[in-house]
């Protein structure tokens, strides 16, 4: 007998088993059904005419429960769901019989009362059916999964509410599970020692482990999707403690937006600790302030232009105009807008931010209401080598388009800055403070365009940042690098940092510096330990962590506000408003017109004392090398201190070649 005819002969004998089963439980419940209606003294007469009306009676309820589907469910898959369905299908020949009643003789079942008690003795004999065979199947798979060798996992849950139980339920209903739930672990005191699905509820992750049966757990499953970060942390602290690896269901957004389903668990990351608890921005007023608009996003390649992207798109703005000088980045942009938002106008463009022919076509052929402007040179050590580009593309490039924004007369021109623009000692820093003066300079000659600056912190997993650096590390076995033990920065995740900007955009009046209240910086020492914890290794036995100082240009900290800089609160209190005196255009134009020399220049340190001239809180790094461009036809050059390069080398201080 082949598998095939197999399987048609086990779907074919269902039926006849479920017509036998259901049917002996429909007698029962009307022989009950008399039983207590006389109260157990039913006369012999009755007896013999309660045959003959079961007779009749058990068809037309075979009937109502086909008709409402309870022939199609597994007898072994049991929920709430399939309970009022039941009740529904001995619920309509009830009524049926019920108002038969009132109008004719229908010889036993005349009697109203044992129609009622029928109804709920045959839905309560089969939800016992039902449910019996339910727990004899997870029972079963659950003891052979145990019993299945080293691939089965004991997994806790942290959370016994909706979902913890939605997931333990969901675990113990697969056959073949590697995941075996035994336990629940929850901080509300009303659930300690209750029992959820047949499992214990205990009060924290030492409790559970002390405990000789439940103890033994390989892995430990939060199932708090609107869990905050502080929590996660907390929760992470106690499994450290016992070395259990740790995991945690989606998120709430995506579970209702049906993105991800609650069994496709992932490790807790590095962000969901350093983030902070939500905060409330006002996507009403941003969705009303962007729908029906053009919007244009520069640098929409990047972590922050491309989550940009995203969620102005879900503002239904009429076109959404994506730019960016990185043909592949601005593809992976263009394919998610266009897969997720199909029903919105959008367009790439790939454009150079100091391109000024192909940024006046753009903006002039497509007239933006708002622009984004995101793109920017930002890695620090990388732009105290060459600091004339950060000047050309971070100031020169955002003075650019900005006049360009007047010119076509867009409404609002927000521009993305750094907290590293506060006393900078940084050329990147310092191209970002320069092209903060320059906006607000323009402001009071600018009589439609709105211009403001938002500044944040790090964003979590963006390009460039420590954290994928750290994973880098990890996954070549380490050591992760440190440049200083004491080092701190904050920390932002992308939805916040690019929620922030949206909110700026709305409550710009013109010429403000807008910063999100980013909670306490944290250090980068402790952020590399924690990650090596979350990776399921011990610091300083599996992977070393390396000082190696600080790098030029680099702060031990970071500031969020200049001295001359005024403090005002907003509707949001966890966004504030800066304001300060406002240099004058003519003299800030002047001075970026002296800049354009220097770019060029292998003097890198005659452009910093320039840049320090103008803004004097700027504290140059003269320590970087200036490495002076050996050509092939001139066959050596030299740096402007006398060391000489030759040919494709270039000798260093240490006489080693780059």
Known sequence: MTAQTSLWLKQQSRIPILLVSYGLL??????LAF?????FTISDRTQGLLLQTVFWLIPIKLLSLLAFGQFKGLLTFFRLPDVYRLAAAMGAPMLVFLVASFYSDLGLLASKSAIVLDYFFSVSLICVFRTSLRIFREKRSGMAALSDGSAQQRVAIYGAGQTGAALAAHLMSKSGKSLVPVAFVDDDSLKWN?????LKVYRSVSALMTNARDGNVTKLIVAMPTATPSKIREITEQAERFEIPIETVPSWDDLVSGRKK????RPVKIDDLLGRNSIELHSKKVLKELTGKVVMVTGAGGTIGGELCHQIAQCNPSMLLMVERAEYLLFQTEQKI???????ASHAFIGDITDEARMDFLLGGFLPDVIFHAAAHKHVPMMEHQPGEAIRNNTLGTALLADLAIKHEVERFVFISTDKAVNPTNVMGVSKRLAEIFLQSIQGSSKITQFVAVRFGNVLGSSGSVIPTFKRQLEEGGPLTVTHPEIT????????AVGLVLECSIDAAGGEIFVLDMGEPMKIYDLAKQMIKLSGLRVGE????????LRPGEKLYEELQHGQETLELTENKKVFRFTGQRSDEAEVRKFLRELSPLLRSSDYNALKRKLNSFVPEYIPDFSAP??????????????????KAEGAKIVSFKGKTA
């Open 626 to 643: 200036q490495w002076a461009p050996a050509h092939a036809e001139v066959g050596s050059a030299y740096r402007h201190d006398g060391v």
């Open 338 to 344: 266009k897969t997720e938002f199909p029903e919105i």
């Open 194 to 198: 209750k029992h959820v699905h047949g």
């Open 35 to 39: 039983e207590f209606r006389d109260s």
């Open 26 to 31: 429909c007698a029962a419940s009307v022989m």
């Open 489 to 496: 920065r904050y920390f932002m995740t992308v939805p916040e």
């Open 542 to 549: 599996d992977v070393e962590i390396k000082f190696t100082g």
């Open 262 to 265: 609650l069994d496709k668990l």
